[in-house]
C-alpha cells in the first residue's frame, strides 16, 4: 500500500475533474459521481474523490477522509 | 539492421460477433494474411499474438500457440504480448526487431480481442486495469473518466471546446461509414455528436470508442525477398516503441502523452522524415482527446493547436492530411489487441492502393500510432510504398 492511503493528505486545488456516469462494475451504485486528480499543497499529486458541491479546476479543496483507501476532499468556502 | 517489409494483410470485420470465439477471428484474420503473401503456414518461422485480455474476457490462456496450431503454424516461437490497447503494436515492434536483426525472415504478428462476450460494466473494469489499479482504479476511474480528465484540462489550458472534440467523432464517423469492415457505418451529425448520453463529463457517447470483436495480421519479411510474396510490399521506414507513468497523477503534464512525443522522435529519426513529411496516419483515437493529443504530440501541429486544427477539417478525407481514413477506432472498432496491427494493415491499404472511395491521393508516406492505456506504452510506426 502506498503511502497516500495512510497519510493525511491535507488541501489543495483541484487540478483536473471529471463526473462519472458510466461506473466500472465495482462503483456501480455510486454514480454518477465525481472524481479528480489534486495538487496537494505538500507538493505532489493524488487522486481521489470530491463529495458534496461539483469543484472545477483551480477549486481549493479540504481533505475529508479515506474511504476503503480512497481519499475524499470537499471544496473550500 | 535488415529493412522489413510487410507483405500480406488480413483482417476480419470488426463488431459485435456472438457467434465467434476469440480464436476464430484471429485464425481468419491470420490466413487472409498468409493467403494474401501467398504463404504457407509451414514457412512461418515465429508468431507474435498482440493480446490485452483475452484471459479476462474469455477465460483462455497461453492464447498464442492456441491461435497459431489454429492455422497448422506448429514448431516455432509463439508468444503473446500484452501492453493494453498497444498490445498488437507491442507484437509488431518485436516481429519487425526478429526480421531486422535477421533472426527470422518470414514472421506472422495476429493482433486479437473478444470483448463483447461481457456486459459493459464487466468491460469497464476489465479495461480499467490498463491504468493503476490501486490509485485510479480504486477511486472509481473507468478509462473514459481518465481522458475526461486530460480533456478538461487540455480544454483548461488550450481553450479546447467541445465542438473540436465532436468534429473528431463526426470525421472519423464519415470515413468509417464508407469502410464496409467498419464496427459502426453510421454518419452522424455535429449536433448528435454534442448531444450524446454523457459518459464522462465532458466525454459523451460519441467521443468514446467502440467495444469491438476483432481481428488483424500482417507477414512480414526482409524487404529483399519481399518481391517473393507480393507485388506491392510496404517498407517499414521507422518503427518506435517507448513508456511513460501508468498513472495520471504522476506525469508533469496530462494534456502531453510523453510516450507518444518520444516513441515518435525516434522513429521519425529512424526513417530520416520529418513529420511535416507525413501524408496521412492512423491514430489511436480510443477517445476524440486522444486525436487531438495524438496530432500535438507526434508534432504535426503545435501544443494545443490540435482542436482548431480538427475543427477546420484539415485531418478529413480531403484535407491536408488525412486522419484515420479508416474511420479509427470511434467508427471502425476498437478490438483493444487488434487495434495496433490493423492500423498497419489501414496504412497498407492506402499506400497499395486498395482503399476504393477512401484512397488518399498522396498514399506514399503514412504513420500509425498505437497508445497503451492512458499513455504509459507507445508505438509509431512510419510505412512507405518500397
Not at chain 2, 503494436?89 to 495476429?110: C, E, K, M, W
Amino acid at each position: 500500500m502506498s503511502t497516500a492511503a495512510v497519510v493525511n493528505p491535507g488541501p489543495g486545488t483541484v487540478y483536473t475533474e471529471t463526473i462519472v456516469y458510466s461506473a466500472p462494475e465495482a462503483y456501480v451504485n455510486d454514480a454518477p459521481y465525481q472524481m479528480a486528480i489534486v495538487q496537494l499543497d505538500s507538493g505532489r499529486r493524488i487522486t481521489g474523490r470530491i463529495d458534496g458541491e461539483r469543484a472545477a479546476i483551480g477549486d481549493r479543496v479540504a481533505f475529508t477522509e479515506f474511504r476503503q483507501s480512497v481519499p475524499f476532499f470537499r471544496k473550500q468556502g | 539492421m535488415r529493412p522489413v517489409a510487410v507483405v500480406g494483410i488480413g483482417k476480419t470485420n470488426f463488431g459485435a460477433f456472438p457467434d465467434r470465439d476469440l480464436r476464430s477471428l484471429a485464425v481468419e484474420a491470420g490466413q487472409k494474411a498468409l493467403e494474401n503473401a501467398h504463404v504457407q503456414p509451414s514457412q512461418i518461422e515465429a508468431f507474435y499474438l498482440g493480446n490485452f485480455a483475452g484471459p479476462s474476457f474469455v477465460g483462455q490462456n497461453h492464447l498464442a500457440p492456441y491461435v497459431a496450431a489454429g492455422m497448422d503454424i506448429t514448431g516455432v516461437p509463439a508468444t503473446r504480448f500484452e501492453a493494453a490497447c498497444a498490445s498488437s503494436g507491442a507484437a509488431f515492434y518485436q516481429a519487425v526487431q526478429s526480421v531486422a536483426a535477421g533472426i527470422s525472415d518470414l514472421v506472422l504478428v495476429t493482433g486479437v480481442e473478444k470483448m463483447t462476450s461481457q456486459t459493459t460494466p464487466k468491460v469497464t473494469e476489465i479495461l480499467a486495469a490498463a491504468g493503476d489499479i490501486s490509485t485510479e482504479g480504486r477511486a472509481g476511474a473507468t478509462f473514459p473518466a481518465l481522458f475526461a480528465m486530460i480533456a478538461r484540462r487540455h480544454m483548461y489550458q488550450y481553450g479546447t471546446t467541445r465542438e473540436m472534440l465532436a468534429a473528431v467523432a463526426v470525421k472519423n464517423h464519415a470515413n468509417g461509414a464508407k469502410n464496409p469492415a467498419a464496427h459502426m457505418r453510421k454518419v452522424i451529425t455535429m449536433e448528435q455528436a454534442l448531444a450524446g448520453k454523457p459518459i464522462a463529463d465532458p466525454l459523451t457517447v460519441y467521443d468514446c470508442s467502440l467495444i469491438s470483436d476483432g481481428a488483424a495480421a500482417v507477414v512480414l519479411a526482409p524487404l529483399e525477398r519481399a518481391s517473393e510474396f507480393t507485388d506491392k510490399p510496404v517498407r517499414i521506414l521507422g518503427i518506435a516503441q517507448t513508456s511513460d507513468y501508468l498513472a495520471l497523477d504522476e506525469k508533469d503534464d496530462i494534456t502531453t502523452l510523453r510516450a507518444v512525443q518520444t516513441s515518435s522522435e525516434k522513429a521519425y529519426k529512424m526513417a530520416g522524415v520529418q513529420p511535416s513529411d507525413i501524408q496521412f496516419a492512423e491514430l489511436h483515437d480510443c477517445f476524440t482527446i486522444a486525436e487531438i493529443l495524438a496530432i500535438e504530440d507526434l508534432g504535426f501541429v503545435k501544443k494545443g493547436e490540435g482542436g482548431p486544427y480538427s475543427l477546420a477539417g484539415c485531418t478529413c478525407l480531403n484535407g491536408a492530411r488525412p486522419i484515420n481514413t479508416s474511420g479509427g477506432l470511434k467508427s471502425k472498432g476498437h478490438p483493444v489487441g487488434a487495434t495496433g496491427v490493423g492500423q498497419i494493415c489501414d496504412i497498407a491499404v492506402q499506400i497499395r492502393g486498395e482503399a476504393g472511395e477512401r484512397q488518399v491521393k498522396r498514399n506514399t508516406l503514412g504513420l500509425a500510432q498505437n497508445l497503451g492505456g492512458s499513455g504509459a506504452t507507445s508505438v509509431v510506426t512510419i510505412l512507405s510504398a518500397a
